[in-house]
T-cell receptor, first 110, second 118 residues
């Protein structure tokens, strides 16, 4: 089964500081990875997916197969980035469980 | 514009009294998921349907059941809620489960139903 690990439960930074939320994955085959975000009192929503190499709200995430990582980065944090962030794999070919990482709370203060 | 709708948003039930949570979608997606999310924890998948095919997670208690009468609706039934079942229940949909195109397995979440057990 595809699994991800988010080692940090909480990340506190000051506004304008760079942010890196860590995610490591472990499974065979081609990984399919997403970052989801949950702002306070809002629904869980997709932030970005690795295949599209997009930048959403200034966030990017590069798949590093050598390090088996998919870290989420933003060069300058904003207060509105404060939220819970989950790294998640897509469903694998066997259709086994999609198991979210435990999540990292990002707190950005001024 | 709501694509994944969950009703009610807040549900209070008594210990041991059966309760049903509902989810509907306007996306015509093949897959529907139910997650349980307890305070400060990640969502935990309970089960999912691919069309009418039901897929239960191994550690989902028997107390939790699900029904999907048609493409648009999916229900979560808790037969005898315990205090430990108090949580946010999230419904999500995706066009496909495993698919070479990640956009096909992207999940769209509902706002959740917060269940309180008294």
């Amino acid at each position: 089964a595809q699994r991800v690990t988010q080692p940090e439960k909480l990340l506190s930074v000051f506004k304008g500081a760079p942010v890196e939320l860590k995610c490591n994955y472990s499974y065979s085959g081609s990984p399919e990875l997403f970052w989801y975000v949950q702002y306070s009192r809002q629904r869980l929503q997709l932030l970005l997916r690795h295949i599209s190499r997009e930048s959403i709200k200034g966030f990017t995430a590069d798949l590093n197969k050598g390090e088996t990582s998919f870290h989420l980065k933003k060069p300058f944090a904003q207060e509105e980035d404060s939220a819970m962030y989950y790294c998640a794999p897509g469903m694998d070919q066997a259709g086994t469980a999609l198991i979210f990482g435990k999540g990292t709370t990002l707190s950005v203060s001024s | 514009d709501a694509m994944v709708i969950q009703n009610p948003r807040y549900q209070v039930t008594q210990f041991g009294k059966p309760v049903t949570l509902s989810c509907s979608q306007t996306l015509n997606h093949n897959v529907m998921y139910w997650y349980q999310q307890k305070s400060s924890q990640a969502p935990k998948l309970l089960f999912h349907y691919y069309d009418k095919d039901f897929n239960n997670e191994a550690d989902t208690p028997d107390n939790f059941q699900s029904r999907r009468p048609n493409t648009s609706f999916c229900f979560l039934d808790i037969r005898s809620p315990g205090l430990g079942d108090a949580a946010m229940y999230l419904c999500a949909t995706s066009r496909d489960s495993y698919h070479p195109m990640p956009s096909e397995s992207e999940q769209y979440f509902g706002p959740g139903t917060r269940l309180t057990v008294t």
